[in-house]
């Protein structure tokens, strides 16, 4: 019976006691130089003054991606008019089928403030490093392949600056009031 109890109570507290944010042990960095979808070569610096919204994923994914950036884009809709203070940026770990015109018209399915960006393998490559984002390619019968990849929305303030890794079932409200409590505070 204590064991039950034990179990129920882990459950009902708060899990950012626990880890305190998705990856608790990690601060990722806001770098990167890829293009996004006008073939533009773009940076963190391009969206200083901002805050940003990074998740890393593909076009060709079943089910994390998509998932990932209806949120992203729910969490823009929650925002309200402070979303313009919010750049959500899509980071390709596929540049070999994600073309920056793939990339542009994928994530306009979802939300038109969301930037995809993609680039060579070195520089996804670098980004994915620069960010503590990880990706494996796994061969699939045919000649196709998915990717297996880290599944969480990063936080950085106006001036590129980490702010908090959301895990990929977080609730929106959660992402929403943590990214309200930081704009509100200015950073």
Do not use: W
Request: hydrophobic share 45%; aromatic share 12%; charged share 20%.
């Amino acid at each position: 019976m204590r064991f039950l109890v034990f179990i129920l109570v882990l459950v009902m507290l708060p899990t950012e006691l626990f880890v305190g944010s998705a990856r608790a042990d990690e601060r990722p960095e806001a770098k990167f130089s890829l293009v996004d979808s006008a073939g533009n070569r773009v940076s963190e610096a391009s969206y200083r003054g901002r805050f940003m919204l990074v998740a890393f994923g593909y076009t060709f994914c079943p089910d994390v991606c998509p998932t990932t950036l209806q949120a992203i884009s729910l969490v823009l809709d929650d925002l309200g008019e402070a979303a313009k203070d919010v750049q959500p940026v899509f980071i390709s770990i596929d540049p070999a089928r994600d073309t920056p015109e793939i990339m542009g018209r994928y994530v306009a399915h979802f939300h038109p403030d969301i930037v995809g960006l993609t680039g060579s393998g070195a520089d996804v490559a670098a980004a994915a490093e620069a960010f503590g984002a990880t990706f494996k390619k796994v061969p699939r019968a045919g000649g196709n392949y998915l990717m297996d990849h880290s599944a969480y929305i990063d936080l950085f303030d106006r001036s590129g600056g980490y702010v908090y890794s959301f895990a990929y079932d977080d609730p929106i409200e959660k992402i929403v009031a943590i990214t309200r409590k930081h704009m509100a505070g200015g950073s």
